[in-house]
């Protein structure tokens, strides 16, 4: 639940669905750790691709000698 709250979910009304499911017992430890995992997946794999695209770009912020 924590990555949830600080990393992957914005939405407030979602975060507090996922709170009361784990609560109450009705999404499972495995569940939500699969959710989870789909979603640092996704997180991964678009920032990989921003790091190759800001890779063109590194001069512009290097400091020279």
Do not use: M
């Not at 499972?28 to 750790?33: E, H, Y």
């Not at 997946?41 to 512009?60: G, S, T």
């Amino acid at each position: 639940y924590h990555y949830y709250e600080e990393l992957f979910e914005e939405d407030d009304k979602n975060l507090r669905e996922i709170y009361e499911s784990c609560k109450s017992g009705s999404l499972l430890c495995g569940d939500c750790k699969a959710r989870l995992a789909e979603r640092v997946k996704k997180f991964i794999k678009d920032h990989q691709i921003k790091r190759e695209k800001a890779k063109n770009n590194l001069d512009k912020f290097l400091l020279k000698d």
